[in-house]
């Protein structure tokens, strides 16, 4: 059982609001006490994540939350839009699949930064990524 | 508008990134490094990330391209200063800046760019006294 103890949500529309979700992810990681390295896995995450928020579902929300079960804490990270959705997940997560102009390490390069990862979506109903990296 | 300063050295340009970067800002940097070279003949560009404490897959892919845009204006460019934490991540999220020159700080940079830069003229030097 997860339990969420704080939840933080925050705006996705612009480039400048990316900059403001991974500060934010940074300071929850260090409140958390993870370590450097797994800060800045996090951080990283949250950026390609939130940038896709931005770039292909037409903004969002982001919410950051620092959940709990019985044996230890960690930091989950969900990003929502209601943009036109992804067709085929498995080649989204693909390395070098891009719609758009990136390189396509977004979604497989955060799914790998992460200990877990869903994602949910579908043509029109927009998408939805949760992350969530133990301490 | 917000910029990065691009510092001129001699025959190199100096960029120091000491902000967390918006993708809007690290495209114009990009424009600003090419249009820098061109105008000061640059031969080197040494990028400083020492302050940087993340790089994602957007920053990644700008100096790349910074990268290969300089090579393409006869310049060689040297990304100095990279924390560890960020290298892990880097690999890890699968981009390992392939062929672009790393130097662990600012002075080593320097001394690899000017070597480098050394080498291509000596290189023309020694196809010339062929004919």
């Known amino acids: 059982m997860i339990k969420v103890l704080n939840t933080e949500t925050m705006d996705l529309r612009t480039s400048e609001d990316i900059v403001l979700v991974r500060q934010a992810v940074r300071r929850k990681a ?11 896995k996090v951080v990283t995450a949250s950026s390609e994540l939130a940038r896709n928020t931005v770039d292909y579902g037409g903004g969002g929300l982001a919410r950051i939350e620092v959940v709990q079960n019985d044996r230890r804490s960690g930091l989950r990270l969900i990003f929502e839009d209601k ?21 396509g390490l977004g979604l497989g390069g955060a799914k790998r930064l992460s200990h877990e990862f869903e994602i ?8 939805c990524v949760s992350i969530l990296r133990w301490k | 508008m917000e910029r990065i300063p691009i510092l001129k050295m ?21 424009d600003d ?20 404490e993340m790089v994602d897959s957007f920053i990644g892919r700008m100096i790349g391209s910074i990268a ?19 290298a892990i991540t880097l690999v890890e999220l699968g981009l390992s800046l392939e062929g672009i020159r790393t130097a662990l700080d600012v002075e080593k ?23």
Not at chain 2, 12 to 26: K, Y
Not at chain 2, 34 to 41: G, L
Not at chain 2, 110 to 126: F, I, K, P, S
């Open chain 1, 30 to 40: 260090i409140d958390l006490g993870l370590g450097l390295v797994d800060q800045t």
């Open chain 1, 83 to 103: 943009g036109p959705g992804i067709s085929d997940i498995d080649l989204a997560l693909k390395d070098g699949f891009t719609s758009g102009h990136g390189m």
């Open chain 1, 120 to 127: 949910s979506s579908a043509p029109g109903e927009g998408t």
């Open chain 2, 10 to 30: 001699g025959e190199f340009l100096l960029v120091t990134i000491q902000v967390d970067m918006h993708d809007r800002l690290a495209l114009t940097l990009q």
């Open chain 2, 33 to 52: 490094l090419t249009q820098s070279i061109v105008k000061h003949h640059a031969r080197g560009v040494l990028i400083d990330i020492s302050a940087l």
């Open chain 2, 68 to 86: 290969g845009m300089a090579r393409l204006l006869d310049a060689q460019t040297m990304v100095v200063g990279m924390q560890p934490s960020v």
């Open chain 2, 109 to 131: 940079g320097m001394a690899a760019l000017q070597l480098a830069v050394a080498e291509t003229r000596q290189d023309l030097d020694d196809q010339g006294s062929q004919y």
